[in-house]
């Protein structure tokens, strides 16, 4: 088998017999030997339908799971329940034109890994969505592309059209929290090459959208977890952890020094200053910063006094701002505020150049590598 078209369904009974019969007519010219292959967890009649379908169309198959697990789910199952060399995902509501297969397969046969249609490139629309879901929509790309470097340079990262050779997951843990699948596919899987297709999504045929507020929330979840789990995009929060928990080593540190051991006040500071500034060296060079280490030949102590300085400067900083503001009738806690923000993305760009290795640390690893093309609508 060349292909696989993975289809969740829930509730689509008024869809999929549309939709496969579109299929068929799309595919109809090519000599594509393909299937289709739905994941359903519906509670009306959708898998009736789907078991007639399957019954008289060799090309189809289903599977129905009782008390469905999701979306995200219902898509790795498919991927685990079908063998074909290439899969394409895509909605069983008709929002995703089948028309667009042929050039999606071609795509994949001259050897491009991933293969997304887009909403957000040139000739490409969402039509489909009303001015709510359109705000929503942008709002969760952006995050997304925010938190996770490796979803920048793709537009529509949250599509649930994709289609991709199975060697990319072969070996891949694949554990989507809620709908967006792609996502997970593309901070994890193995790929070189992506190429974008522009379309325009289209609204919906039948039967109503299952998008809800959790899905939104576990959207966010899932886009935490990809962060920590992912080395180059957990470096700053990270970093800013740590910042924060020096603060409390430093208070900790003078309270000691005051009150158990009667030291002068000033020198306490300056000490537990100090000493807060090593641990959270010691912190970022031993978490932040692990891979670095064996790219780095500047040796520790160098390392400890480049990251002391950048402190001492960064902290000068947030006076300097919050002193700015005050003189423009900013409230000085809020002006400490805003300076201790800049001051941390500061001192985070400092570190990452100067203590800890620069340029080569910033490039993806050569294995890390993608290169974008796209096709012009
Ligand atoms: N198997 C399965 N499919 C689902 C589930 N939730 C939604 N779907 C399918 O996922 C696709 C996208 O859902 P839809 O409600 O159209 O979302 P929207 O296009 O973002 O409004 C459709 O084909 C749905 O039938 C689920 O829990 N399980
Ligand atoms: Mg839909």
């Not at 895509?90 to 995703?96: E, F, G, K, P, S």
């Not at 309270?255 to 000493?275: D, E, K, P, R, T």
């Not at 891979?291 to 040796?299: F, L, N, S, T, V």
């Given at each position: 088998m060349e292909l696989s078209l993975v289809i969740p369904s829930f509730n689509e009974k008024d869809n999929v017999q549309n939709l496969v019969q579109q299929i068929h007519q799309a595919l109809a010219d090519t000599n594509i030997d393909y299937e289709i292959f739905f994941v359903d967890d519906s509670t009306d009649e959708t898998p009736q339908r789907l078991e007639k379908m399957?019954?008289?169309?060799?090309?189809?198959?289903?599977?129905?799971?009782?008390n469905g697990k999701g979306l995200g789910t219902a898509v790795v199952e498919g991927i685990h329940q079908t063998e074909s060399e290439w899969i394409i995902v895509?909605?069983?509501?008709?929002?995703?034109p089948p028309e667009l297969l042929p050039t999606m397969v071609e795509r994949l046969k001259a050897g491009i890994d991933i293969v997304i249609p887009s909403r957000f490139v040139e000739g490409g629309s969402d039509g489909g969505l009303v001015g709510v879901r359109k705000l929503i929509s942008f709002g969760a790309r952006s995050i997304g592309r925010l938190l996770l470097k490796r979803l920048r340079p793709i537009s529509d990262c949250t599509s649930g059209f994709f289609g991709f050779k199975r060697t990319v997951v072969q070996g891949v843990k694949l554990q989507p929290l809620g709908w967006k699948i792609l996502i997970e596919i593309l901070m994890k899987a193995n790929y070189r090459t992506v190429h974008e297709i522009p379309y325009q999504f289209?609204?919906?045929?039948?039967?109503?959208s299952k998008m809800s507020i959790r899905e939104q929330w576990n959207y966010l979840i899932h886009l935490w977890k990809l962060?920590?789990?992912s080395e180059e995009d957990r470096r700053?929060?990270?970093?800013?952890?740590?910042?924060?928990?020096?603060?409390?080593?430093?208070?900790?540190?003078?309270?000691?020094?005051?009150?158990?051991?009667?030291?002068?006040?000033?020198?306490?500071?300056?000490?537990?200053?100090?000493?807060a500034m090593v641990n959270n060296y010691i912190w970022n060079d031993a978490l932040t910063w692990r891979?670095?280490?064996?790219?780095?030949?500047?040796?520790g102590w160098i390392r400890m006094l480049l990251f002391m300085a950048i402190s001492a400067v960064s902290v000068a900083l947030t006076t300097w701002i919050m002193r700015g503001?005050?003189?423009?009738?900013?409230?000085?806690?809020?002006?400490?505020t805003i300076g201790i923000l800049i001051s941390t993305i500061w001192s985070y760009q400092a570190n990452r150049h100067l203590t800890w290795g620069g340029k080569k640390l910033s490039l993806p690893k050569p294995d890390r590598r993608v290169i974008v093309t796209r096709d012009r609508g």
């Open positions: 399957a019954a008289l169309d060799q090309r189809v198959r289903y599977y129905h799971r009782e895509m909605d069983a509501d008709l929002q995703h289209k609204a919906r045929d039948a039967g109503e962060m920590w789990q700053f929060p990270l970093f800013a952890m740590i910042g924060f928990s020096g603060v409390w080593v430093n208070l900790g540190l003078m309270a000691g020094f005051i009150y158990l051991l009667g030291m002068n006040h000033v020198l306490a500071s300056v000490l537990a200053s100090l000493m891979d670095a280490k064996q790219k780095e030949h500047k040796p503001l005050e003189m423009i009738g900013i409230q000085v806690l809020v002006g400490q």
